[in-house]
């Protein structure tokens, strides 16, 4: 059926992503489900329901450093009305996903306009890897230059790097390893997340932990900014962290040694000078407050 198959090939997309961040992959999930919604062929309402269960959990497990995916994709879950008929489900459903993407966008709006007063107006930042978010509080605090390691071993550095140059900040982009000699001209790292532990930690891209223990030696700020979105409410509620692996070949195919490729790290809490989210600086027990709230939308995807 046109509609499955269809599906399919967007959800194998998500999963096998090396390019795009968190926020921008979650909201092509949320685009899947207005595909499946309407497209999905269903007998009456609680198989469509079903039907667009099954796939979410499959699109949430098939990227699990990824928070965004799974709460944003339980928020549109728990949102679809009982008791709908077949086609005012799939008209809920598509409303639902788009007034997600569209509540995203406002948030990322609020947290720029946070960091702004976080942050100041700092002449330098360093930052890591490929993140939207980072990119437009650098450009909403008027940092002139840039220091943006690579990202092995894909790049996504480079993305950032380019972008930020297109827009007429001062970019310098470094291998990964060379974070500590070049932090020192530094007024703040700030970076991205993945996923924000319920400690106060996050995950982000491989590498971020080398910039944070760059930055604490060196005495520069480091600050994470990333919506709630990425509030890792399964962790609050005991799941261990899972750190996606991809293929070893991308870093290299040598003779008798083993190599490997974790895409993603944890960064612990106490390397954290502030998270900055749509809803202001937050501290190790506002984290936990919001993932007690968030646990409400999060949990039935999983019943």
Not at 76 to 91: I, Q, V
Not at 125 to 134: G, H, K, L
Not at 231 to 241: A, C, K, P, Q, S
Request: charged share 25%; hydrophobic share 45%.
């Amino acid at each position: 059926m046109s509609g499955i198959y269809d599906a399919e090939k967007l959800i194998q997309s998500i999963a096998m992503d090396r390019y795009h961040g968190a926020e921008w992959l979650s909201n092509a999930a949320l685009g899947t489900m207005i595909a499946i919604a309407l497209n999905a062929s269903a007998d009456d309402a609680d198989e469509l329901r079903e039907t667009l269960k099954s796939y979410a959990r499959r699109i949430a497990e098939s990227r699990p450093s990824m928070t965004p995916i799974t709460n944003k994709l339980g928020m549109f879950y728990s949102r679809l009305p009982e008791g709908a008929a077949l086609n005012e489900l799939r008209a809920a459903a598509t409303k639902s996903a788009s007034m997600i993407i569209k509540e995203s966008r406002k948030d990322r709006s609020r947290l720029v306009e946070n960091a702004k007063s976080v942050l100041g107006e700092p002449e330098t930042v360093f930052t890591i890897s490929d993140s939207s978010t980072v990119a437009d509080v650098v450009l909403g605090v008027g940092a002139k230059n840039v220091v943006v390691t690579e990202s092995r071993p894909q790049m996504e550095g480079r993305n950032l790097a380019e972008r930020l140059a297109g827009e007429g900040v001062n970019v310098l982009l470094v291998v990964d390893a060379a974070a500590a000699m070049f932090m020192e001209s530094a007024d703040v790292a700030v970076v991205g997340a993945d996923s924000v532990l319920y400690d106060g930690g996050f995950v982000n891209k491989v590498g971020t932990r080398t910039v944070a223990l760059a930055a604490r030696d060196q005495g520069v700020p480091f600050y994470v900014v990333c919506s709630t979105s990425k509030f890792n409410v399964m962790n609050y509620l005991g799941r261990g962290v899972e750190l996606e692996e991809k293929d070893p070949a991308e870093v290299a195919e040598l003779e008798g040694v083993n190599v490997r490729n974790p895409y993603f790290e944890v960064v612990p809490g106490r390397l954290v000078t502030g998270i900055i989210t749509e809803m202001g600086v937050m501290e190790p027990l506002d984290i936990r407050r919001r993932m007690e709230e968030m646990r409400k939308q999060v949990e039935p995807l999983y019943r």
